[in-house]
């Protein structure tokens, strides 16, 4: 038995990293946390005409962005690096008559499957080069064998899966799979038991697709002596329209929702509970979710990725954040979207007024640069919204008068508001609007005391004397 709880990931380099790849990782860090055990990464990068450098640093800023702690940081395995073991373990089941060379060429193999077909057969490969089916047979030249592992004729192979529970195959469903193509490279469903089992890998938890490789791995741990791990199989993440979700349902690259602007913890979150629950819990943290996951709570049905809850998650997140840390997370897009940050406003407090009304960084940081972008003055807007211009003039021009020795904070300037509805009996829309559109050039903004106490005094009474005297001049 396994000495320790060992899980792993095992992504191949090939482009980005997938949500269902990384909800998988996140599944294999719960269960190794919860068990004291370790999780460990493995980059499957046998694939030696797509994989690249590129991918494999997309992966390793993936698992970082999520925090998702790998006990081998500075020893991740690399297949390409353990091509000598591969081999040695291939020459052993070849010593043992338990894998053997195939001679057959791309072609009969084609013709093969095609004539399979023909008679209603299952393709599948018929073992033309067992050693028992070829002997006296001439080696054709100029052919370069790959070897297969002799899959046994008879009896059935079983697991226990961690999801699904009690799954049987008969072997004479399986045939005889190639374990190393002729270029010496090892396929996956070889080369990934060799690694679980030199990783003492006590886990092995992936997708649902992966279920049919299972009972040939097993018989390639039986063959080789492993211990067999505990296998458990992830129902597929699909779009809303419940198909697998692939890039026609949007993005679906995990570093792709930190440019849209998500925070890490809350994709951590959102894809944990795609496809586990604990009761009715829909936010928790990582502490959490280590402390009460169970591989039996997965779903058996395929979870159903939406972005509406994911983006509720996210801004449940967002409202809770450090200030300090929102606004350096979002400074990086204001300079993107032009803006001046040497205004030196007071961004800490930007973000606390607008992260309760922003899902995403990508929205805090359009909602921020209302206070670093000078929007032209519409005064069609005013037009159409006060009735009785001149006294909404005259209440800007009250507070253009007042405000000039008054101390420039929230509190004072509401009470500033209140005071000239109160001497001029009018309602809030009539000054709070005239005031958004001649200081920020917008209609909408958040609450007006605390909007005009950030854009700062000596901007908003410059702006409001220019705007208040444009307006003037329209109405006459």
């Known amino acids: 038995m396994f000495k320790k709880v060992r899980t792993r990931i095992a992504p191949s380099p090939t482009g980005m990293m997938h949500l269902g790849t990384a909800r998988t990782a996140i599944y294999c860090w719960a269960v190794a946390r919860h068990f004291g055990g370790e999780f460990l990464l493995r980059i499957e990068d046998t694939d030696q005409e797509r994989s690249t450098p590129e991918a494999t640093q997309v992966i390793l800023d993936a698992m970082k962005w999520l925090n998702l702690d790998y006990d081998n940081a500075g020893h991740v395995t690399y297949q390409m690096n353990r091509l000598g073991r591969y081999k040695e373990v291939v020459d052993q089941l070849m010593e043992k008559g338990l894998a053997y060379k195939c001679y057959a060429t791309k072609e009969e193999l084609e013709q093969m499957r095609e004539d399979q077909k023909a008679r209603g057969e299952k393709p599948r490969y018929d073992g033309r080069w067992r050693p028992e089916n070829c002997a006296g047979k001439p080696i054709p030249e100029g052919v370069t064998p790959v070897i297969r592992f002799r899959n046994p004729d008879e009896g059935t192979v079983t697991w226990n899966d961690g999801v699904y529970g009690p799954i049987a195959i008969n072997n004479s469903e399986l045939d005889d799979l190639v374990i190393m193509r ?65 890039k026609r349902h949007g993005t679906v690259s995990v570093l792709a929702y930190e440019e849209l602007g998500f925070l890490p913890e809350a994709i951590f979150n959102y894809l944990a509970r795609l496809g586990w629950a604990h009761g009715d819990a829909e936010k928790f943290s990582r502490e959490q979710l280590a402390e009460w996951f169970k591989l039996e709570d997965c779903s058996r049905s395929a979870a159903q990725f939406n972005m509406d809850k ?167």
Not at 434 to 455: M, N, W
Not at 462 to 475: A, D
């Open 310 to 476: 994911l983006r509720w998650l996210n801004h449940e997140y967002i409202k809770e954040a450090d200030d300090e840390r929102l606004a350096k997370l979002i400074e990086p897009r204001l300079k993107a979207k032009g803006a001046d940050l040497s205004r030196n406003l007071d961004l800490v407090g930007i973000v606390a007024l607008l992260k309760e009304r922003e899902a995403t960084l990508a929205e805090l940081a359009e909602g921020a640069m209302l206070f670093y972008r000078d929007n032209p003055i519409d005064l069609a807007v005013l037009d159409e919204c006060i009735k009785d211009a001149a006294t909404s003039q005259e209440a800007c021009r009250l507070f253009l008068e007042r405000s000039k020795d008054m101390e420039w904070k929230r509190e004072d300037i509401n009470t500033l508001i209140r005071s000239i509805m109160k001497e001029l009996k009018i309602k809030m829309p009539h000054i709070a609007i005239p005031l958004r559109v001649l200081v920020t050039g917008e209609k909408h903004t958040p609450s007006i005391d605390a909007t005009l106490e950030l854009f700062g005094k000596e901007r908003v009474r410059g702006k409001l004397e220019e705007g208040l005297t444009n307006w003037i001049n329209h109405t006459k």
């Open 182 to 246: 002729g270029d010496g490279i090892p396929t996956y469903n070889f080369a990934v038991v060799v690694d679980d089992m030199d990783m003492e890998i006590s886990h092995v938890i992936r997708g649902a697709d992966h279920i049919n490789n299972t009972p040939r791995q097993i018989n390639l741990y039986k063959a080789i002596g492993g211990e067999i791990p505990t296998f458990a199989h992830l129902p597929l993440i699909h779009g809303e329209d419940g198909q697998k979700l692939s």
